[in-house]
Antibody, heavy 120, light 103 residues
Framework: EVQLVETGGGSIQPGGSLSLSCAAS????????MSWVRQAPGKGLEWVSV???????YYTDSVKGRFTISRDNSKNTLYLQMNSLRAEDTAVYYC??????????????WGQGTLVAVSS | DIQMTQSPSSLSASVGDRVTIACRAS??????LAWYQQKPGKAPKLLLF???RLQSGVPSRFSGSAYGTDYTLTISSLQPEDFATYYC?????FGQGTKLEIK
């Protein structure tokens, strides 16, 4: 069964750091495009970051220089290192596999999500 | 950047109704559009990709269509489990969401 399980969320003060993990089963993380998508309380979905199978990474502007996406091939796990956290980073963070073809992009499957709450 | 504008933002309907949700792209996206369903406290679920291709396991009452830069998600006969929020997506951009509520 293809599955993603996120861990690592929690409450943190502004300026702090947190690391999220996303363990995959049923497929190989390193052979796929993997992404993080977040959802602030009561709000819509916002793409955060992606790591290509090649290892190339991209970020939404608001997290550039603060967040780092990575993977551990031996553990088949995706990570998101979040530094200098701000109140506006408060959200449920989902990891998702991104399928990319020459003309199509879609996110599937998704993990269950992990809540990051940034507050003093 | 291409903007995706969903409408309406909320919608009330009854079981058995036919419902349509729209998503407009700010420029042509050649049917590169996916639709997701999200229930409260749950992760989004892929319904359709390539504008009209049904994801495996998704009921056939869900369908998608395209006309120019306008894309539509249609639920032919609403079931109780369909009341949720729906999002369109193109590349890294999601629409604002449409909350489908019971009338």
């Amino acid at each position: 069964e293809v599955q993603l399980v996120e861990t690592g969320g929690g409450s943190i003060q502004p300026g702090g750091s947190l690391s999220l993990s996303c363990a995959a089963s049923g497929f190989t993380v390193s052979s796929n495009y993997m992404s993080w998508v977040r959802q602030a309380p009561g709000k819509g979905l916002e793409w955060v970051s992606v790591i290509y199978s090649s290892g190339r990474t991209y970020y939404t502007d608001s997290v550039k220089g603060r967040f780092t996406i990575s993977r551990d091939n031996s553990k088949n796990t995706l990570y998101l290192q979040m530094n200098s956290l701000r109140a506006e980073d408060t959200a449920v963070y989902y990891c998702a596999r991104l399928t990319v073809t020459p003309t199509e992009w879609w996110f599937d499957p998704w993990g269950q999500g992990t809540l990051v709450a940034v507050s003093s | 950047d291409i903007q995706m504008t969903q409408s309406p933002s909320s919608l009330s309907a009854s079981v058995g109704d036919r419902v349509t949700i729209a998503c407009r792209a700010s420029q042509g996206i050649t049917n590169s559009l996916a639709w997701y369903q999200q229930k409260p406290g749950k992760a989004p679920k892929l319904l359709l990709f390539a504008a009209s291709r049904l994801q495996s396991g998704v009921p056939s009452r869900f369908s998608g269509s395209a006309y120019g830069t306008d894309y539509t998600l249609t639920i032919s006969s609403l079931q109780p489990e369909d009341f949720a929020t729906y999002y369109c997506q193109h590349l890294y951009t999601f629409g604002q969401g449409t909350k489908l509520e019971i009338k």
